[in-house]
């Protein structure tokens, strides 16, 4: 009997320390510990696995006070500091956290093998929804001065801010988003090739989600220009002129999008957990020899 005991130890221990480990990264004006829950599906379907909920500065306030900049750059500090990260993992961001993750990839070249994005801004936020969950004295400043240096620095929302009516400002004058998205007439082919060493890029965005807006973002479709409407993926200048590889990724199958339908709060959450085990967790199925 105690030999048995110990035998279902040693495999157990043996078995569980290979997966691969995963990083998370939570949304805006929120915390780490918004992602406690899904750390803890993932922990129990992978057992021994080795998750990290990263924060930035003080969590929430920092969240959307600080530029995604700034944020990118101490979330790379934080993972490269990591020894238990050092041979590779997973990684997933959710929402505001998807532009920090994928940022963190191009511009850190960290060692990912598939990357996750939960109802992510890849083409950036443009409506009063998502700005409701900034407190009021901050959303007049990004609707009226959103490209003003002094709002990016100051205000993360700002950086992935896309006015339809104003792209071409926005595609000089906004900080982040179409840097990572080699929107720019310079653009850096680190990011591509980063982007091209994937496993696979997954993207998911529900179709009741309240807060997002256009909620295609999360699948890389922004509103085509001086219009509210949601431009066609192939039609998109991304797709066409494969920016960051992602037309590319499409072509070798290492490109996966889902629809979930949940409310933005709730995706990482309880409501969300029979969609995300189904089909979200086989990409964390996966270990490092
Ligand atoms: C991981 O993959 C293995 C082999 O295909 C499968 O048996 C197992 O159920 C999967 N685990 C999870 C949590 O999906
Ligand atoms: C491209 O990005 C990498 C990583 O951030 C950076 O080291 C490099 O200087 C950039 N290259 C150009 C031409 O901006
Ligand atoms: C463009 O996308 C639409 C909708 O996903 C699809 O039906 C169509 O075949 C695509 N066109 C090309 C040229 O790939």
Redesign the pocket.
Not at 106 to 109: A, D, G, N, R, V
């Given at each position: 009997m105690i030999r048995l005991v110990f035998l279902l130890f040693i495999t157990t221990v043996l078995s569980s320390s290979i997966y691969r480990p995963v990083v998370l990264m939570h949304g805006i004006v929120s915390s780490a510990d918004d992602m406690n829950e899904l750390a803890s599906w993932i922990r129990t379907s992978f057992p021994g696995i080795y998750v990290v909920s990263i924060e930035i500065g003080n969590g929430k306030d920092d969240s959307f006070l600080w530029s995604i900049e700034k944020q990118v750059e101490h979330f790379c500090k934080t993972v490269l500091d990591d020894k238990n990260l050092r041979q590779g993992f997973n990684m997933l961001g959710y929402s505001q956290g998807s532009i920090i993750v994928r940022g963190a990839l191009?511009?850190?070249?960290l060692p990912v093998y598939n990357l996750i994005t939960l109802s992510g801004v890849h083409q950036g936020v443009f409506g009063l929804p998502y700005l409701l969950k900034l407190p009021i004295q901050f959303r007049d400043l990004i609707t009226k001065y959103a490209y003003e240096d002094a709002i990016q620095n100051v205000i993360s929302v700002a950086n992935y801010w896309r006015d339809p009516d104003q792209l071409n400002k926005y595609t000089t004058d906004c900080h982040f988003l179409p840097d990572i998205n080699n929107e720019r007439k310079?653009q850096?082919e680190?990011?591509r090739t980063n982007m091209l060493k994937l496993n696979a890029f997954v993207m998911t965005y529900s179709d009741i989600d309240e807060i997002v807006t256009p909620r295609h973002s999360g699948w890389f479709m922004g509103y085509a220009p001086n219009s509210l409407h949601v431009e066609t993926w192939n039609n998109s200048r991304q797709f066409k002129e494969d920016l960051i590889g992602l037309r590319t990724l499409w072509e070798q199958g290492k490109l996966y999008t889902f629809t979930s339908h949940v409310r933005h709060q709730d995706v990482p959450h309880a409501p969300n957990q029979d969609f995300i085990i189904q089909n979200i967790f086989p990409f964390f199925n996966n270990t490092l020899s």
């Open positions: 191009e511009k850190c070249s310079i850096n680190t990011y």
